[in-house]
């Protein structure tokens, strides 16, 4: 509730008044199948203990009024012009705004009424570190502007709006695993995603066993421009494989034999790009059975093999995250390691036996140090429930 009561004072401070609502959103992690899901791929990620929070009240204008008190930053834009991405001032709009106007203005698109707002936000989320602190972000807006709307998505229309706005209005290509996860996580739990039919499983996490996240402080280089491009050349391989084989619409119905049969008709360049999506697939579907059998062992297993894929074939890995899965994977209890979210710095995701998780950080973190004189930042995770709604204190679903 401090956090709750933190924001609530701030919103009063910049409002003169209460906020109507609050609404939380939590990161993810991502436990297998990393870039897959602009493949039509499978996922497995789950929502997380680290939070977006946003404190907010209809106002009476088209206007909205933004403060990101993590930036100690104000915005001031209005509904009836998000085309042209300015201010109030006639200023371009900051790079953090983009994320709710674009959802202001997907929802618009769908022809779905939005009312001004004031707002305060604040988020626990590391920027930039693969936990999806940006669709966090625009998960919370497309939720309160539902909430203060006579209209209802479901919460898979609602991700999907979240995607839209991110490719279109920010214009980072992404998937829809990260809007998905922080709208339907379920404590405790992974989610098992299959993003081409939209079918989804909640599989419980062994008892045994802790989600420990290490963040290299290594905020992600290159950002969107290599995720495009990366998207890109899955796009390439898609279009030369499809040729060869009848009936594949993407990436995720290729099989293994089947690349191997016709990866010569890929360029050097593409074939390990087409390649990790293709077993990356594979993994998913076996390590949903595996956790399924409380098979942590096997889990991790896979995750290892998941992370050497994205580092030598997909390569997007980083120096800091490739040394954080080495020192992990010699520690005592440690079953699994992998870098989490798109790569190119942020966190490893890292499955570990509860009753070491506590050694596993202190010496994951101290030996990191040692190795490269950097400071890990790192902690036990546990899946959340997606997110959700505070009015006048009572808890809301989405
Ligand atoms: P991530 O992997 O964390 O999603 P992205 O580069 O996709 O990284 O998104 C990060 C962007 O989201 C930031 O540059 C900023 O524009 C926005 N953002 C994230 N957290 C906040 C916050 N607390 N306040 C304002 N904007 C934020
Ligand atoms: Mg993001």
């Known amino acids: 509730m401090k956090n709750h009561a933190r924001i609530r004072s701030s919103f009063e401070q910049h409002y003169g008044h209460p906020p109507e609502w609050i609404a939380r959103a939590p ?7 990393e870039h897959v899901d602009y493949n039509d791929g499978w996922v497995l990620p789950a929502a997380i203990d680290r939070c977006a929070r946003l404190a907010f009240s209809a106002s009476t204008t088209s206007e909205i009024m933004l403060y990101a008190a993590d930036l100690e930053a104000n915005v001031r834009f209005d509904l009836n012009a998000l085309d042209d991405k300015l201010d109030c001032d006639g200023n371009p709009l900051p790079g953090w705004a983009l994320y709710p106007a674009g959802v202001a203005w997907v929802l618009r698109q769908n022809h779905l ?5 004031q707002a305060v936000l604040t988020s626990q989320i590391p920027i930039g570190s693969g936990l999806s602190s940006s669709a966090a972000i625009e998960v919370i807006f497309a939720v309160a502007w539902q909430a203060l709307s006579p209209w209802q998505q479901t919460p898979m229309e609602l991700a ?3 995607q839209r706005a991110e490719n279109e209005y920010v214009g980072v290509q992404c998937g829809l695993m990260d809007p998905f996860s922080i709208l339907h996580g379920v404590r405790d739990h992974a989610l098992f995603f299959d993003t081409r039919t939209l079918d989804w499983e909640p599989v419980p996490l062994p008892a045994h066993v802790s989600l420990v996240v290490a963040d290299s402080g290594v905020r992600r280089r290159l950002g969107g421009s290599a995720y495009n491009q990366r998207r890109e050349a ?3 391989a898609l279009r030369l494989l499809a040729k ?17 049969e016709h990866e010569q008709a ?5 074939r390990p790009i087409a390649e990790h999506v293709v077993g990356e697939c594979v993994r998913v579907l076996r390590a949903a059975d595996l956790l399924k059998a409380e098979d942590a062992k096997g889990f991790g297993a896979l995750m290892l093999e998941g992370h050497a894929s994205l580092r030598d074939l997909y390569q997007v890995s980083s120096p ?3 040394t954080l899965v080495e020192i992990a994977r010699e520690l005592p209890g440690c079953l699994g390691a992998r870098l989490t979210g ?14 070491t998780a506590e050694t596993f950080i202190e010496r994951l973190s101290s030996a990191y140090a040692q190795r490269t004189g950097g400071k890990a930042d790192v902690w036990i995770s546990r899946p959340v429930d997606g997110a959700n709604l505070l009015l006048h204190g009572q808890r809301k679903p989405v």
């Not at 890929?266 to 593409?270: A, F, G, K, N, T």
């Not at 798109?342 to 009753?355: D, K, S």
């Open 266 to 270: 890929l360029p050097p360049s593409l």
């Open 113 to 117: 009424p939005i009312s001004g707002l």
């Open 342 to 355: 798109a790569g190119f710095g942020g966190c490893t995701v890292n499955l570990v036996e509860a009753q």
């Open 160 to 162: 999907q709006i979240c």
């Open 244 to 260: 060869r084989l009848p009936g594949v619409h993407a990436l995720r119905d290729v099989s293994l034999d089947d690349f191997r």
């Open 27 to 33: 990161g993810r992690i991502n436990l297998l199948g």
């Open 234 to 236: 899955c796009e390439q």
């Open 320 to 322: 800091e995250l490739d």
